[in-house]
């Protein structure tokens, strides 16, 4: 297997280039209608960005125990080439959207994702307000080590995934071509997604390419201005608050559901799913018997 670079590691130069650009412009050049900066909610997601690497040094454990194995059990491999590793990239993001999308959709898989939803800011750093409960991810990308891609080539690719994603985490840059808008996944396209107004909600899940959200249906383009953050915000920024804020709220359902169908739905069905409750029937009066007389 060859040795693939670590692109998360070298990119952080221009991490913290491009974040001290944008704060820089940000002060120089104000928007009053953008979300811009806040000391407090920048620290909690560079804290949060911070926790991730270490968590994820954990989680990768057992989770490249499990690739490593049904990569030894499949007879197909995928040799690592300049064009097989362009298909590894497409594959990966193809899977990638599935995954942000059942992050959004299933609660106990939001409540790991709706950490990099929680802040009410949009700029650079909210890219790195990562989850550290990243475990619920790596079965979505099982097929593609079955089919034979090195568990190393698919971190490069999955890596590549992430750094794409981090410049589009900012109001700094408007709408660019039509002919990139359509393809590719843009800071435009990535503000709808960090919205939530009800018609931006749970929409733009692509990675590097949007072309999947145009073929799926869960696309929309950037209409209005979005307003950032969660349908209901923590505000906290206590990093181990917003790590695990949704999973409490999961176990305070559980604790007063009444039936095992009603536990399996605060855990599998959406994050804002809630029993149905019978409606007691209205109180009625007494009829009056039609030969009885009235009372004076």
Known sequence: MPNLPDVVLWSIPAFVLLTVVEMVSVRLHPDEDAAGYEAK???TSVGMGLGSLFFDFLWKIPIVAVYTAVYELTPLRVPVLWWTVSLML???DFLYYWSHRGHHVIRILWACHVVHHSSRRFNLTTALRQPWTSWTVWPFYVPLVALGVHPAALAFCSSANLVYQFWIHTERIGKLHRAFEFVFNTPSHHRVHHAS?????????????????RLFG?????T?????????NIDTYNPLKVATHEYVAIAKDLRAAGTWCERVGHVFRGPGWQPERPVPPERSERP????AEPVV
Request: proline fraction near 7%.
């Open 41 to 43: 909610d920048a620290a």
């Open 90 to 92: 497409l594959a990966q």
């Open 288 to 291: 009056v018997p039609p030969d």
């Open 218 to 222: 869960s696309f929309v383009a950037e």
């Open 224 to 232: 209005e201005r979005p307003v950032y953050g969660l349908t209901k």
């Open 197 to 213: 107004q009800g018609s931006y909600l749970d929409r733009n899940f692509g990675g590097i390419l949007i072309v999947w959200d």
